[in-house]
């Protein structure tokens, strides 16, 4: 089973300042690497797929980077509706598809 | 525009058998090539694959659940459904149904809302 662990768990940012978050793979999966972001009682949204491609609809703030074993998701301004928690997911290696624990994302 | 929506009890008793179907609307479960699964969120936790079920037929489940889970499509009702078995607190979470993109076993693009299943007696 490929591990997905995120870092920081908490990331304390302020509006209109940069957030970037990581994601490492415990073993290579090119850029099969997806991201989403989920705000209490809602679904994760996808946010990112193939490691930097942005889903429909998903504003162009948000980047995705990286491939092997290291990812990035990079919030370039954050605005007030991008306080939540992200995740990222391998689709590599399967099954299982695993999500790493996740990085809430905090107003400073 | 798809969407999905699960139903099912909100709670469960110890050792019986949780049961959630997922109802899809915007497309067809069993026509249109896609793969669908199963995803649970513990409370306050991460997210943990189950199972996935593609043209009626075609399954497969997380190692950690294959002895206890089953999924299923009813291309009738344009539903597919999950069973799993001898329930314990431990299984107490968000479940969501969930559609992979592209048409193949990789990233999830459209999620329902999820529902909160309790195990409790």
């Known amino acids: 089973e490929v591990v997905m662990t995120q870092s920081p768990a908490t990331l304390s940012v302020s509006p209109g300042e940069r957030a970037t978050l990581s994601c490492r793979a415990s073993?290579?999966?090119?850029?099969?690497v997806a991201w989403y972001q989920q705000k209490p009682g809602q679904a994760p949204r996808l946010l990112i797929y193939?490691?930097?491609t942005r889903a429909s609809g998903i504003p162009a703030r948000f980047s995705g980077s990286g491939s092997g074993t290291e990812f990035t998701l990079t919030i370039s301004s954050l605005q007030s509706e991008d306080f939540a928690v992200y995740y990222c997911q391998q689709y590599n290696n399967w099954p299982p598809w695993t999500f790493g624990q996740g990085t809430k994302v905090e107003i400073k | 525009q798809v969407q999905l929506q699960e139903s099912g009890p909100g709670q469960v008793k110890p050792s019986e058998t949780l049961s959630l179907t997922c109802t899809v609307s915007g497309g067809s479960v069993s026509s249109d090539n896609y793969y669908w699964s199963w995803i649970r969120q513990p409370p306050g936790k991460g997210l943990q694959w189950i199972a996935y079920i593609y043209d009626s037929g075609s399954t497969d489940y997380n190692p950690s659940l294959r002895s206890r889970a089953t999924v299923s499509v009813d291309a009738s009702k344009n539903q597919f459904s999950l069973k799993l078995r001898s329930v314990s607190t431990a299984d107490t979470a968000v479940y969501f149904c969930a559609r992979y993109g592209d048409h193949v076993p990789g990233y999830f693009d459209y999620w329902g809302q999820g529902i909160l299943v309790t195990v409790s007696s």
């Open positions: 193939g490691a930097s």
């Open positions: 073993q290579r999966i090119h850029s099969n």
